[in-house]
């Protein structure tokens, strides 16, 4: 009998924690912290999906669709050696991530722009990944654009220099490569990180990406 | 206690049954598939305009526990498929829900192609499929697209003449088209045993789509291939290029507008093969050049956002003297000049014209002027002249003209899911004219060809993983005074894990070659039916293919023992191709495997049998590596065929052929190398200019490679032929200035 009623409870318990959440901060919170954990395609595709309902809650906010953007893309560049899969989360990503800069008054929020510029260049890079032959040309100059206003925005935006150290990294020397500078921006990178923490639910990503290019570059 | 606690449950169960008075829930189980009722596993489901929500898990199954009462709506979402939203009455039940979730093919762009029969290399390419330069930096192609395709599934490896020899048919049957105008001489004019450079350089293509059968009703008049090129459109800088090699040398360059909207471009080469050929020498001895200029010009305007209009013209000249001992008396020599000029141009336009409808046409004018002269020679190199036949043939001057013109338009409608329909119009005009100047006697044939072609074409989903592309063509050939009607249908069937299964079938006329019609003007078209069908999977930077086809040709043209329409025949055969991107780092590979099983009855075929241009088994390998560090990239290609049928056909007496000689060539294999080396001269300059250096090999075993046989008059002696020379070589450097102008449309388009 008591279990019965304890699972009924639990089962109340539950539905209603959903509901219990029902606030914009700690929604966030919890996605977010579980995006600092995602590693798979279905991580993120989920953590796309949850920050998107968030943002059709939360409709001012520049986060939630930026994060699903973010997600979107992450998948994309995930798909690195599929080609034919890339396409469609570039173009979500992209979708999203255009949401999210309509919600930031441009003249003012330099930091959050700057976060807005460093997605938009992984999802032109996204879209080299799809056949760098043919589609290269086109959008990997975007890309590095992107990532050069990202910058411009905000120079101590570690996320900017690590898609710099990124493009420095995987371009060849004679079209402007350069392992050493990437190496440098990485480290650039890693130090921006470590002297500014975690911090709640702004972007914060970053540390395991440049740790893994880091790692590859010894 | 025991009572009190009692008392408690009951407490607690009563205040949660009022509560559900009051809070009604609704348990809401569920399954989402696709189509295929493959689980959508990590598909989102959502109750809209709350934060109520929760994701299927592998099985594609999901539980939602919902409070309330009332109308709600469940939104449905995967990446890839059409969001669905579902409305539901919440009512403190469970609710079973079946959902099936559509294929988006709006972002997925291409969900079902119909990919029958054809190769496409476009600048759109995804994953594994080719691009257009993939296609052009295959090793061993000497600038010539058609050299380049003969390493994918159903081209014959012909090593003495130009074009492209596909599942059984000749080069004559296999057309190649620039923005959908015919380009009737893709090559320099061809001579005897030695393949002539293509005129177009190869990197003009932006979209190149090798159909090896059951090509679209928007193309006719080639009964076995079609190779549909689609030119650049605006060049994204002004740039100047030269390149040295030894056996040629060029530049040119292409200016664009400071707004982007116009650009126009002029390249000029000059080859010679003298300095060349005495250094790695050649058979035959080549008295006059081979010389080759070329020269084209283009200019491109962007009339609107959406309109654009392209020209390109080209001339070329080739002036060739070759001599060889006679095969006919081993005292005598004959020698073969040609000069040839050609003028090609074409104009294209295509615009939106709004509502989804889309209007491209485009017109063609071709001029080739051809000169031969053939002459005999005794020791002294004096010119006889021998009454006697065979040898009374070999003093011989003619001249070819050949003048083509094409004006074609077509008309699409853009329809949801990527259908559409497709019709429009053709006319084409043909001038030929032959003299020929024998010792004994002239020669004058002249004439010239209407020709007028309807099609429509529609792309259609059957149902939601199958697409179809039903079309039909006719043409009316006023020399022929005859119609004909060609249906076209293709089909494609895609399975969930992306591998599809396309079919074609389809009618292909043709027109017989003007210097038969010159002969006798009452021929008829000929036609080939084809039956394909083909299994795709492309995924992970692999693209895996195997076609099968059956063809059947009818009305070939013959020429004993006389000219008419008496021939026939059949193809059939299994091509595989496999790709792959993916697992060796930086190496990109493909496997070409052709089978093929031919015979046709025409020209002097006494009956059907297998074509000299044909063999049943071609495997192909290509590499190309891409040394990052050292800005390096390697191409080899490999290929190994077995020896194609040879045949001395002769008439008996009684005026019935029969084979004096008849046997197969060896095997052919041919290893080809190339290798690019990029740097920069001057990498200090604001617009630095990137250089190159290309080089080489063709044939690097200097494996012996027999072509066929010529043969004497009376049979008995017979020569190989073979290529001019065992290996090729070159080696050059060419060098590109330009501003980079990308970075501020880039800015401007942000």
């Excluded at chain 1, 959903?18 to 595709?45: F, G, R």
């Excluded at chain 2, 008392?7 to 989402?32: C, D, E, H, M, P």
């Excluded at chain 2, 959502?46 to 109520?52: D, G, I």
């Excluded at chain 2, 074009?163 to 059984?168: H, K, N």
């Amino acid at each position: 009998m008591k279990k019965v009623i304890f699972f009924i409870i639990a089962n109340f318990l539950q539905a209603y924690s959903i509901q219990a959440q029902n606030n914009y901060k700690q929604q966030m919170q919890a996605a977010v912290t579980k995006l600092d954990q995602a590693a798979s395609v279905k991580d993120y595709q989920q953590l796309a999906v949850e920050f998107e309902s968030i943002a059709q809650l939360e409709k001012t906010g520049w986060l939630p669709y930026y994060y699903a953007a973010f997600c979107n893309v992450k998948i994309g560049w995930i798909y690195q050696e599929d080609g034919d899969r890339i396409e469609p989360f570039a173009d979500k990503a992209e979708m999203d991530i255009k949401k999210s800069e309509s919600l930031i008054d441009t003249a003012v929020q330099k930091k959050e722009l700057s976060e807005v510029f460093c997605v938009l260049s992984m999802v032109n890079r996204a879209r080299v990944f799809i056949n760098p032959m043919s589609y290269g040309r086109q959008y990997g100059p975007v890309a590095s654009q992107y990532t050069k206003l990202a910058l411009k925005e905000n120079a101590d935006n570690p996320r900017a220099n690590y898609l710099d150290g990124w493009e420095k990294y995987s371009t060849p020397k004679l079209w402007g490569g350069d392992k050493k500078k990437s190496k440098e921006l990485l480290e650039l990178a890693k130090h921006q990180l470590a002297s500014n923490p975690d911090n709640g639910i702004n972007p914060h990503w970053g540390l395991k990406e440049v740790d893994e290019l880091l790692k590859q570059l010894k | 206690m025991r009572f009190s606690g009692r008392n408690k449950i009951f407490n607690t169960l009563f205040f949660i049954f009022s509560y559900v008075a009051v809070n009604a829930q609704t348990t809401i189980r569920g399954i989402v598939t696709n189509s295929n009722k493959d689980p959508q596993s990590g598909a989102s489901i959502r109750v809209k305009e709350s934060n109520q929500g929760t994701y299927a898990d592998s099985a594609g199954s999901f539980l939602l526990i919902v409070q309330g009462k009332g109308k709600r709506n469940l939104e449905l979402s995967s990446v890839g498929y059409t969001t669905r939203e579902i409305e539901i009455s919440l009512n403190d039940t469970i609710i079973f829900l079946d959902i099936e979730l559509a294929t988006e093919t709006k972002t997925l762009g291409d969900v079902v192609v119909i990919s029958v029969g054809s190769f496409e290399a476009s600048d759109k390419a995804k994953g594994a499929s080719l691009t257009p330069i993939d296609a052009v930096t295959v090793a061993g192609n000497g600038g010539d697209i058609a050299n380049a395709l003969r390493t994918l599934p159903g081209a014959q490896q012909i090593g003495e003449q130009d074009g492209l020899f596909v599942r059984g048919g000749s080069n004559d049957e296999a057309k190649q088209f620039v923005d959908g105008s015919l380009l009737p001489s893709p090559n320099y004019a061809s001579i005897p045993g030695l393949p002539q450079p293509a005129r177009l350089n190869p990197f003009l293509f932006k979209g190149i789509l090798f159909s090896t059968g059951g090509y679209s009703a928007l193309y006719g008049e080639a009964m076995s291939s079609a190779l549909i090129l689609e030119t650049v459109d605006m060049p994204d800088k002004s740039s100047a290029a030269l390149h040295i090699f030894p056996q040629n040398l060029g530049a040119g360059f292409q200016e664009l507008s400071m707004d982007g909207k116009r650009s126009y471009g002029i390249n000029a080469g000059y080859g010679n093969m003298q300095f060349y050929n005495r250094i790695v020498p050649q058979i035959p001895d080549y008295f006059k050049g081979p010389e080759y200029i070329s020269t084209d010009a283009n200019f491109r305007i962007k009339t609107s956002a959406t309109g654009m209009l392209k020209f390109y013209c080209n001339y070329g000249y080739s002036n060739i003297g070759i001599r060889s001992p006679d095969i006919d008396s081993s005292s005598l020599f004959s020698s073969f000049e040609q000069v040839n000029t050609n003028f090609y141009s074409n104009l294209s336009y295509r615009e939106s014209l709004g509502n989804n409808w889309k209007i491209e046409a485009s017109t063609a004018f071709d001029n080739y002027q051809n000169g031969i002269t053939r002459k005999l020679f005794n020791v002294k190199n004096q010119q006889l002249f021998l009454p006697d036949y065979p040898y009374s043939q070999y003093n011989l001057d003619s001249s070819t003209n050949s003048k083509f013109a094409e004006a074609r338009f077509v008309l699409r409608k853009q329809l949801v899911h990527n259908q559409a329909i497709r019709f429009g119009a053709e006319y084409f005009y043909n001038h030929y004219l032959l003299s020929s100047h024998y010792p004994s006697d002239d020669a004058t044939n002249m004439l010239y060809n209407n020709l007028i072609a309807a099609f429509a074409e529609t792309d259609i989903y059957i149902a939601k993983k199958m697409a179809a592309k039903i079309g039909v063509r006719a043409e009316y050939s006023a020399l022929l005074k005859r119609t004909n009607l060609a249906p076209r249908l293709s089909l494609a069937y895609r399975f969930a894990d992306g591998g599809q299964i396309n079919m074609a079938y389809g009618i292909f006329y043709q027109l017989p070659e003007m210097g038969y019609l010159a002969q006798n003007r009452d021929l008829d078209f000929s036609s080939a039916d084809h039956y394909i069908i083909n299994y795709q999977k492309k995924a992970g930077n692999r693209l895996f293919r195997i076609e099968a086809y059956y063809k059947v040709y009818h009305d070939l043209v013959t020429t004993y023992p006389s000219y008419a329409n008496w021939g026939d025949g059949y193809a059939r055969g299994i091509e595989l191709f496999w790709r792959d991107k993916r697992t060796f780092k930086n190496v990109d590979y493909w496997i070409t495997y052709t089978y093929l099983d031919t015979k046709r009855k025409y020209l002097d075929f006494p009956y059907a049998i297998a074509p000299s241009y044909s063999t049943p088994h071609t495997l192909s390998l290509v590499v190309k590596k891409y040394f990052q560090d050292i800005n390096l990239s390697a191409n080899m290609a490999y290929t190994l065929a077995t020896g194609r049928p040879y045949y001395d056909i002769q008439n008996s007496v009684s005026g019935s052929p029969f084979f004096y000689d008849e046997g197969t060539t060896p095997v052919y294999h041919v290893m080809n190398l190339s290798f690019a080396y990029l740097f920069s001269i001057f990498p200090k300059w604001k617009n630095k200019e990137f250089s190159g250096i290309g080089l080489g090999c063709n044939n690097v075993f200097g494996s012996k490679e027999v072509f066929g046989y010529y043969f004497s008059y009376n049979g008995t002696n017979k020569m190989a032929v073979t290529p001019p020379a065992t290996r090729t070589f070159y080696i050059g450097l060419f060098m590109s200035f330009g501003i980079d102008r990308r970075n501020d449309f880039i800015n401007e388009n942000l």
